[in-house]
Every structure is written in structure tokens, then in C-alpha cells.
């Protein structure tokens, strides 16, 4: 099992530029999360997703979009990046939302916005 | 709003020697408790779970206290190896657009020879 993977390990972009940010995960996990984590800050969620077809946002969405068209995939597009979304971005993945549920994190996506 | 604290540190310990982290927590209905590891420039990985009447994997112990909402993490003959960010991480169950899990910032733990 490769776990949670996730596509491009680094990126640059200029302003405005778009991209998307691929998960995947073969754990056949429900729940699927995608967090930014910057310095002195902590893990934040962007959205999540508990099911296939279903998104959700969470405590940051701004300027971010998501779909979840097949259960393994989770999608984070941003359609006009801005210098602020320059971070490091997480994937995680688990079963459901039981109280001893743990989350299972991809090796994370570096994104530097100019 | 500040759900989960942790002391950043950093901690700078010689190995062998024996450190403690404490976090606390503010949703008085958490339901469980964990502790994650994260390496530089890699993701959190979970290193245990914290139950209320406390437990203990190898060199590790950690512990709840509900009343006071407080978390422990005791490395017991810290190695170079434990050189690592430890993350504080509350089950809040339906936590809303915060997701179930709440994540601390971090306590930063440098393990010297």
C-alpha cells in the first residue's frame, strides 16, 4: 500500500496562476482533508470531503476549491494564487469520524506563490 | 481563538535525558487525544494515543488529565532519533469547519550528543 500520495511535490508559481493539487489515497478511506500548515501557525483545514462526491469547506477556504469526483482522489485547485497561499500543503485521509479516528497524512506539497 | 497550546520550545536536551510536554485544551467535550510526530519538511505521523488512565509505549508515556484539560508526553532515555516537532491533537468530535481534529502548533524537541 503506498498510503496517501500526493502530486506535484513542489511547485512555483507567479500570481494569478492556477493549479491543482492531486490526493490519492488506496486505503479506501471515506473522509479525505486537505490542511495548509505555515510557519508559527499550525495545521489548518481548507475543506474536506466525507464521501465521494460530497466537499465541505473548513477554517480556510478562501481562494480555494475542491472536488472529489472518485473516492480515492481529492482535489485543492487554486484558481488565482496569491503570495498568501504560499505554504506547505497536506493531504490526509481517514476511515470516518469515530472519537479514537486517527488521520493519515500525505508527504505534503510545497507551493511558493510570487 | 486558541483550542490547543503547546510551550513551542524549542527543548534542547542531551541524549539519555528524560523531557516533558504539556498541552492544554479549551473544548471541555473532547472526546479523544493524541500525539503526533512531524520530522522537518515531512508530514505528522501519529506516535499514540492518550487515554485517561495514561499509557506507556516503550520510552513514551503519556497522560490525560480531564479535569484540568491537560495532555502529557514523557520521553524516557531521549535518542537523537526523537529530535522532532511532538503535535498535541484533540478529537472534538463534530468540530464543525475546524474538522474533528484540532492540531496544536507544535513543541519543537532537539535531542544533542
Known amino acids: 500500500n503506498a498510503g496517501v500520495t500526493q502530486t506535484p511535490k513542489f511547485r512555483v508559481l507567479k500570481t494569478g496562476q492556477s493549479m491543482t493539487l492531486l490526493c490519492a489515497q488506496d486505503m479506501n478511506h471515506e473522509y479525505m482533508y486537505w490542511y495548509r500548515q505555515d510557519p508559527g501557525m499550525g495545521l489548518r483545514l481548507i475543506h474536506y470531503?466525507?464521501?465521494?462526491?460530497?466537499?465541505a469547506k473548513g477554517e480556510v477556504p478562501d481562494g480555494y476549491n475542491v472536488s472529489r469526483l472518485k473516492k480515492q482522489n481529492f482535489l485543492l485547485g487554486l484558481e488565482s494564487a496569491a503570495p498568501s497561499q504560499t505554504s506547505v500543503y497536506f493531504c490526509?485521509?481517514?476511515?470516518?469520524?469515530?472519537?479514537?479516528?486517527?488521520?493519515?497524512f500525505g508527504p505534503g506539497t510545497r507551493l511558493l506563490v510570487l | 481563538r486558541k483550542e490547543v497550546e503547546q510551550d513551542p520550545g524549542p527543548f534542547n536536551v542531551p541524549e539519555g535525558a528524560t523531557v516533558a510536554f504539556n498541552c492544554t485544551y479549551s473544548n471541555s467535550a473532547s472526546q479523544s487525544f493524541f500525539w503526533y510526530r512531524q520530522d522537518c519538511r515531512k508530514e505528522p505521523k501519529l506516535l499514540m494515543s492518550?487515554?485517561?488512565s495514561g499509557n506507556e509505549d516503550g520510552r513514551f508515556t503519556a497522560q490525560l488529565n480531564r479535569a484540568s484539560q491537560y495532555i502529557s508526553l514523557l520521553i524516557r532515555d531521549s535518542k537523537l532519533s526523537d529530535s522532532a516537532t511532538y503535535l498535541c491533537?484533540?478529537?472534538?468530535?463534530?468540530?464543525?469547519?475546524?474538522?474533528?481534529?484540532?492540531f496544536g502548533k507544535g513543541t519543537k524537541l532537539s535531542v544533542k550528543p
Open positions: 492518550v487515554y485517561s
Open positions: 470531503s466525507v464521501g465521494e462526491g460530497t466537499t
Open positions: 490526509a485521509s481517514s476511515y470516518g469520524l469515530a472519537v479514537q479516528e486517527t488521520q493519515y
Open positions: 491533537v484533540v478529537n472534538v468530535g463534530n468540530g464543525g469547519s475546524q474538522g474533528n481534529l484540532i
